[in-house]
């Protein structure tokens, strides 16, 4: 199918479920456990049911590639972050975040490593709830590392590349247990280019060394309900190009992207981003259709993915809905004209 459809990763979670007023104040790095407004007993079978109430309206709307819309996490980094050895939970650190404030963050003590699998579990719950195709998103080892205060180990490469080795591990387990896609967030990467072309790249390679299956990376300039002024153009995204992973996930409707960056990345399909998360009115298929065409002066339609600029996480969830419908109904359009020639 040309321009199949999907979502970075996340989907607003329910009101009753996590207190989505404070969560909206903040992309949680350390644990936030006060967040979830479920008792702890039945917090697992409360965000079961989410997940599968997510999974039906990506279905409802009409996309294709189906994601679990992370309803079981407090951020897209710190379920996975605060899960493994070598992490001082009860003791955050503090690091600046993307706006250079000050922000609790995981406090490294010791060797990372992974203990057990993290999100195995809600990939099955995935895989078993939809018939079609998955993607399991996961926090890349470059972002970890950025978003963790270092106690231990006084070299930035040899802790992004420990947590290279936690999450290659996990994206094993997550393609043995039914993914058809794994994601990388590495929304850091286009923060700190320099650090990302010094030693990022090698920590990626890392991640995905003998994965067999499809990965992606994502990469943003951070949630439109935190950073609202963007650039008009990525500081990293044409060093992609040499890197693993076979899909790569841009941000392009919100800062109006000049998207003859694409021609950068010839070897790679591009998950690109055509729904304006800051932007409180839906768009129209027409254009979601024009955002399409406009990629299309530079990546051949076999090599497109549809999707919005970055997780819905934070969108009221009537207006998160419909976006999804026009993406994938501005998605028919083009294939459509496409079919027609």
């Known amino acids: 199918m040309l321009f199949p459809t999907s979502l970075v990763g996340s989907y607003p979670q329910p009101e009753w479920l996590i207190d ?10 350390a644990r936030a456990d006060d967040l979830w407004l479920v008792a702890p007993d039945k917090l697992e079978a409360a965000q079961d049911e989410a997940t599968i109430v997510a999974i039906r309206e990506q279905e409802r709307a009409g996309l ?7 309803q079981r996490r407090e951020s897209y980094s710190n379920r996975f972050a605060t899960a493994l050895a070598g992490i001082d939970a009860d003791r955050p650190g503090t690091t600046l975040n993307r706006s250079g404030k000050p922000t609790s963050v995981p406090r490294v003590v010791g060797p990372i490593r992974r203990l057990r699998p993290v999100e195995v579990r809600d990939l099955k719950v995935l895989r078993a709830n939809t018939g079609r195709t998955v993607k399991a998103t996961l926090p890349g080892p470059f972002t970890l590392s950025k978003q963790a205060q270092d106690d231990f180990y006084g070299d930035a490469e040899a802790l992004a590349l420990d947590y290279a080795a936690a999450v290659n591990a996990e994206i094993l387990d997550l393609f043995a247990a039914g993914a058809d896609i794994v994601q990388l967030d590495e929304p850091w990467m286009q923060q700190h280019p320099d650090d990302a072309r010094r030693y990022g790249l090698k920590a990626l390679d890392r991640a995905l060394a003998g994965v067999s299956g499809t990965a992606a990376v994502h990469l943003c300039f951070g949630y439109a309900a935190v950073v609202h002024d963007k650039p008009s153009g990525y500081s990293f995204l044409p060093e992609l190009e040499s890197c693993k992973a076979q899909q790569i996930s841009i941000e392009a409707a919100q800062p109006r992207l000049d998207l003859k960056v694409l021609q950068a990345l010839p070897s790679k399909t591009i998950i690109l981003g055509v729904i304006d998360l ?11 259709a024009e955002r399409i065409r406009r990629a299309l002066v530079y990546v051949p339609a076999e090599r497109l993915v549809v999707a919005p600029d970055c997780g819905m996480k934070y969108l009221p969830r009537t207006i998160a809905f419909a976006k999804m419908q026009a993406m994938a109904a501005g998605a028919a359009l083009v294939r459509r004209e496409l ?3």
């Not at 294709?64 to 992370?70: P, R, V």
């Not at 800051?278 to 979601?288: F, I, Y």
């Open 64 to 70: 294709d590639i189906i994601t679990d819309g992370e």
């Open 20 to 29: 989505r007023a404070r969560l909206s104040k903040q992309v949680p790095r």
């Open 278 to 288: 800051a932007d409180m009115t839906v768009e129209t298929p027409l254009l979601v």
């Open 339 to 341: 079919d027609g020639r």
